[in-house]
């Protein structure tokens, strides 16, 4: 049965140890940091190549006072990935789901992929998380840590987590837990909902309404018309189906 994620923001503190756990274990390189010139403590400003796991800060006024929303973004690894359905038009198996965990892995194809085919399967995604890095080519994204998944391990995120926000397990149990977390939640945040809990693998739970937290919080507030190639991906499907 796939593994699912859920990540309880009412209980993120933004220690970004997630973030960091993420890069060390993927041996990614630093970035350079330019918190000083755009006034947040967010830090990188937005996912890149390398960073596959970023906490988002957002701040709002409600009722004269100043609240904070904290976001630990990362792929949401979709039980129908659309970057795989499209992928698949350009280049068959640069992106790939693992069965038994359900975890979407961009391969070392996706340098195939021209810049344009690229965007394109970004734009397809829903969340807008895959990124490019434009020297080598490659796409890249949360892995699930899947490596260690399959080790028995948990992803390194979850592992270090001190709160609770980030957990791990059978998708079953996650959901039945999701279900505990939000009828308690809801006593105190009436707003608080479960985030595409039925189309993805890893499931947010939100105390605010979506747009306080990011602009891709939810499917919903990115759907725009599709392209044509995000069309074509689409038709593509039952004859795969029937290859299969």
């Not at 979709?78 to 499209?86: D, F, G, Q, S």
């Not at 809801?186 to 809990?197: G, R």
Request: charged share 25%; proline share 7%; glycine share 4%.
């Amino acid at each position: 049965m796939p593994k699912s994620f859920l990540i309880d923001t009412s209980r993120c503190t933004a220690c970004r140890g997630c973030q960091i756990a993420c890069k060390e274990w993927n041996e990614l390189p630093a970035n350079k940091t330019t918190q000083y010139h755009w006034g947040s403590h967010q830090n990188p400003q937005d996912l890149n190549p390398n960073n596959y796991k970023l906490v988002r800060f957002s701040e709002h006024l409600e009722d004269g006072v100043v609240r904070w929303n904290f976001f630990p973004e990362q792929c949401r690894h979709c039980v129908v990935p659309p970057c795989k359905e499209l992928g698949d038009v350009y280049v068959e198996d640069a992106i790939v789901q693992d069965e038994k965990t359900g975890a979407v892995i961009f391969t070392e194809k996706t340098r195939k992929f021209s810049k344009e085919e690229a965007g394109e399967v970004r734009d397809a995604c829903p969340y807008n998380i895959p990124r490019r890095n434009d020297q080598t080519g490659l796409m890249s994204k949360c892995t699930m840590c899947n490596e260690r998944v399959h080790a028995g391990m948990l992803p390194a995120c979850v592992k270090v987590c001190p709160t609770g926000t980030m957990n791990f397990g059978e998708r079953e149990d996650m959901l039945k837990l999701a279900e505990q977390r939000l009828a308690n939640l809801k006593k105190k945040w009436p707003k608080a909902m479960l985030a595409d809990p039925d189309d993805v693998n890893v499931i947010y739970l939100l105390i605010d309404e979506p747009a306080n937290y990011f602009g891709h919080a939810v499917a919903e507030a990115n759907v725009g018309p599709m392209s044509k190639k995000q069309f074509l991906a689409t038709l593509a499907r039952p004859f795969k189906a029937m290859k299969a």
